[in-house]
């Protein structure tokens, strides 16, 4: 939730400060992007690091070349010619995250001035954006936040049959690596660019499952759109309601006290607390996915009659996006951990780069990766094939052999 909770009530208006708020829920992520900067910038200064690693895109197109054959193989699904990698930086990733809102045209086009607005820290186009649509703004921003914030934690994503890689993390993170291990930095080289290999062979590994998953993003895709479009219906019914029953609802859900010369701030805090992605889950917990039906309390169904509607057509595309997502993310996984298993390079990523083992890497809890090695355990290969044209449903993730029954 942003914190609109008004920090200069005389000077800043309204709109601006829903600016400045989101950019600061962003602050930690800039922060983290201007050290990585400053570091690479500060090793490449230095005369005692004389290391060098192989050039990203070179690197990738050696180990993608290789890959794709074996993940062919393991799966079943010969990969597309087509699939292509790409190299964007900082800023056209950001903006890539942004086209994985999924969105109406409309949506689209906001979410697009919305993201690159962010992505350069323009707190102007920002206001300008609230301003010209604040029913999308409060939908959207809560992405923006999502998405950008583990920017410097992400490697790579897919879309639109190329493989995005994030080359600002990616072309740094080695260096950086072997520069925090200290000096004699020749002598620790080989196990980080091993280690660093290993990171790519597992993000062009999880992408390009991704790829091969075109049925289950077309699923997600329409599901998240029809979330979203919820989302921005219960967004413009807040923002309309009246002075005195904003007050009252905002009383009633023990919401932080915002002065009256900002009545949308108010709203918009109302929207935070009621959209159901935050409201329903968190009052009822993971199993809504499973649910058929919520109830509203009373009392704030009396303030907002539309709301019980509202929650109850989110149910069902929620939860298709929900058994989707999981699915593609556990497939991917799966793949890493199997194809991967006997990779030293992988094995150094895992030691040198995560502080960790392949022992406790595999062991780690993951839904979507414990569905797909249940069915996998059973049909071989062809699993991947039937996850893909017949996902599971939410209550079916929960429990393989229904599905597996099903099938």
Known sequence: MLN???????????????????????SVEINEEKEISELSKKISEDSSFTVKFEDIEKSCQQIFDSLKEKISQYVGIPVSNDLKITYPDLHDFKMLKGKKVFADDAGRIFTDKLFDAVANENLEKISNLIKE??????????????????????????????????????SSYPQIILYKQGPPYESRAESVRSGYTGALKMTML???????????????????IKVNTLNEELARIILALDDQTSSKLSEYLQL???????????????????????FIVNVLGPDVMTFTKVEVDPKISEMVPELLDIYQRWLGPIQTHHAAFTTMEGMAEFAVQDILRDDDDFQNYLTTFMGTDYSSYRVRKSMGKDFTSSVFEKHGKQAFKMLIENHPSTRELKDPSSYLKRI
């Open 4 to 26: 609109l909770v008004l920090k200069n009530q005389v000077t800043m208006g309204e709109y601006e400060e829903f600016a400045e708020a989101l950019m600061d829920q962003l």
């Open 256 to 278: 932080p006290s915002v002065p009256d010369e900002f009545p949308v701030a108010r709203r918009a805090n109302l929207f935070f607390m009621l959209n159901p992605d935050n």
């Open 206 to 224: 999880e992408e390009t499952v991704h790829s091969l998953q075109e049925n289950l993003h077309r699923v997600n895709k329409e599901a998240v």
């Open 133 to 170: 649509d604040t029913a999308k703004f409060l939908v959207y921003s809560t992405y923006a936040k999502g998405y950008i914030s583990k920017i410097s934690t992400t490697y790579g994503d897919y879309l639109d049959s190329k493989i995005y890689l994030n080359k600002f993390v990616l």
